[in-house]
């Protein structure tokens, strides 16, 4: 399939931003774009193959820079947070006072930041998501609990005294 639209491709403008670029992704972005303008004959298959990427990614690279006509595009990566309540800095000030807590008796209880963390969300959120912030934050330490809650301690000595293995 042929590429029918032509647009001005700032080709100098292209070959630096290559010489600059530190990932192999960018670069392949930058010579899908540099290969339109520089290769009438090449269609979007052929250029696909040469850069290496599917050709729905350069359809998809073609379309972003057409539309804005900028190279900023080429430094889109998938991934990231797009769904999250706070900022890393946000989360940073809300967990301060208890990582200071914390560093005064050791002890730093998860239902206390959920609590704060609801509050100034406004609604409830999963225990996970005071978990994944807390190791965002470098902190992830659990503790298991000394005993079974639902241990016997009398029972467990009966068992010493009576069992047949000494």
Known sequence: MKI????????????????????????????AILLRATRPDFDVEDISETVCLAVSTVWRIHSKYLASEELYIVNETRGGRRNCNFTEAE???????????AAKSGVMTISEIKTAYEQKLGREVQRSVIYRMLERHGWRKIVPAKTHPKSDPEAQSTFKKTSKHQ
Not at 8 to 30: C, G, H, N, P
């Open 4 to 31: 029918r639209k032509h647009v001005d491709i700032d080709v100098d403008e292209v070959r630096s931003a290559m010489k600059k670029t530190k990932s192999r992704a960018e670069f392949q972005r930058l010579q």
């Open 91 to 101: 989360e940073a000030e809300l967990l301060k006072p208890f990582f200071t807590k």
